[in-house]
């Protein structure tokens, strides 16, 4: 079995041509689209309440007092739901050595000169941004939201701490919604991403392309695999 | 003796205020109306409050509130705090004054204090929930209140209470439906003493500017008015014979205003928070069309083909 940090479970190629990598299992996939689900219509129901140029968003839910009950309960299933992927992901996304190297050259990355960039795992460093900011912000929206929660919670905090609980809730929400435009942007641009989490695989090119040194772990894998043999290590 | 509010008479009459003369409106924005009208006040004169709660009978008995049967804490307040169905209270506390040893009795009318500058009303989310008239009165309508709380966290005074019941913020109306056809607060109306009087604002001031002269003479020497500027004024004010310390009436706040928490987040945080957003998005878009989709090419697929095949030998 493989020890590699960032190969998942499921991770798997398919030879053929052309290859096909899978790279996310159906239940990591479900628990992405539950997650970004909740993130989505948490954002619409909170800038609801943000802004009153935005308040008309409410008419989604079914009326302002609805958005009000229901946002922090679709806040809780984002927490849980979340929760999952941080256990499937954290691993993969822990920092490595080439992760500094992509950084400082973030221009190629930017310019898609992906050809000057480190060979990197199953995540880049931008993708492992995304996912430590996801992870930290939850956290924050959690907590803050809990406090200005009255509904159930009001008791438990003064009303000082209520103050600066929904002022941080909504400038963490205004960071999550702009990871997330992050976020969603780079999977429309570079080509190939999105069937990951619909259909499960990439294709073998993308993961060469973009995320080498998982390809390779893939292959060393599935070869040891195959001879049944056990390379000295 | 200032002349109560007469009885208005038995006819129909339009009501004296209403949707034209709002000056402020949560969530929205408004035209006010040209003409001002005549801004109102109740001055509560902390000094003649004999604690008989003549106020808070009256009060319930015109809202028609139930509040629950509480229990004795062993305090005079009750209910204990300001409730959905508890619009104002009568909170007493007992100060050794360091002059003259003496005990003083403190009975403190509470309630909303009907801000020139309502913190509850920048902080509401909800258009129409929260209303200010031209005459002073800041009021809430139930009927557009999502029952947030934020005005909870907007009030300087700690003062609105959310309904269990229908989930929407309750204070005091400043009885804004007893003015509106030329009535008196109820509260005003039942005080056997004379601790609540209701007029223009202007004619409240010239009222206590006489409370305070006379308490002078009798040795309150720091007797004065609070209708405290950082909130623009109220249009509930206090005689209090110690006006330099208004903390010792039950923790009236000494010079209260808008948290700056609350004026930030409802200030920068709203526009700023917009605009990143709204960069965020520019970016992607320019930088799509700028550099174009990131494909991968027929190349990097053969080099897979080659390194999975390649690999795959036994
Ligand atoms: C994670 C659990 C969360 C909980 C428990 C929670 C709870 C709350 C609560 C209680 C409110 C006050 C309004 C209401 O009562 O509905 C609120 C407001 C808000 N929430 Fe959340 N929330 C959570 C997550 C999120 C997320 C992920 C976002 C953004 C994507 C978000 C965005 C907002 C915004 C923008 C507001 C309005 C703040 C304002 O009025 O300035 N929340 N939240
Ligand atoms: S609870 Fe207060 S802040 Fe929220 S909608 Fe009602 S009046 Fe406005």
Known sequence: ?233 | MFQPVPNPSTRPEPPKFGDQDLIRRSASTVTPPAQRQTEVAKLIDVSKCIGCKACQSACIEWNDTHPEIGINTGVYDNPHDLTPDMFTLMRFSEWENPETNNLEWLIRKDGCMHCEDPGCLKACPAPGAIVQYSNGIVDFVHENCIGCGYCIKGCPFNIPRISKVDHTAYKCTLCSDRLAVGQGPACAKACPTQAIVFGTKEEMKQHAEGRITDLKSRGFANAGLYDPPGVGGTHVMYVLHHADKPEIYADLPNNPRISPIVEAWKGVTKYAGLAVIGIAAATGFMHYLVSGPNRVSEADEEAAEKLTGEERRP
């Open chain 1, 1 to 233: 079995m493989s020890t590699d940090y960032d190969v998942g479970k499921g991770d798997k190629i398919h030879a053929g041509k052309p290859v096909t990598v899978d790279r996310y299992t159906p239940g990591a996939r479900v628990n992405h689209w539950i997650t970004a689900t909740s993130l989505v219509l948490l954002a619409l129901s909170g800038l609801a309440l943000f802004h009153p140029a935005l308040f008309f968003l409410t008419e989604l839910f079914g009326g302002g007092p609805l958005t009000r009950v229901i946002h922090p309960w679709i806040g809780v299933l984002l927490f849980f739901s979340f929760f999952g992927l941080f256990l499937r992901f954290w691993k993969a996304n822990l920092w490595k050595r080439e992760d500094g190297t992509w950084l400082a050259r973030i221009r190629d990355v930017l310019t898609g000169h992906d050809e000057r960039l480190p060979e990197v795992g199953k995540y880049n460093a931008g993708q492992k941004f995304v996912f430590w900011a996801m992870s930290v912000l939850i956290i924050v929206l959690i907590t803050t939201g809990i406090v200005i929660w009255d509904q159930y919670f009001f008791e438990f905090t003064t009303i000082g701490q209520k103050r600066w609980a929904v002022l941080v809730h909504s400038i963490a929400a205004i960071v999550i919604i702009s990871v997330w435009i992050i976020h969603v942007y780079a999977a429309i641009w570079v080509r190939g991403t999105i069937r990951a989490m619909t259909r499960g695989s990439v294709s073998g090119g993308w993961a060469w392309r973009h995320h080498r040194k998982w390809l390779r772990e893939l292959v060393a894998k599935s070869s040891k695999g195959k001879s049944g043999r056990t390379p000295a290590e």
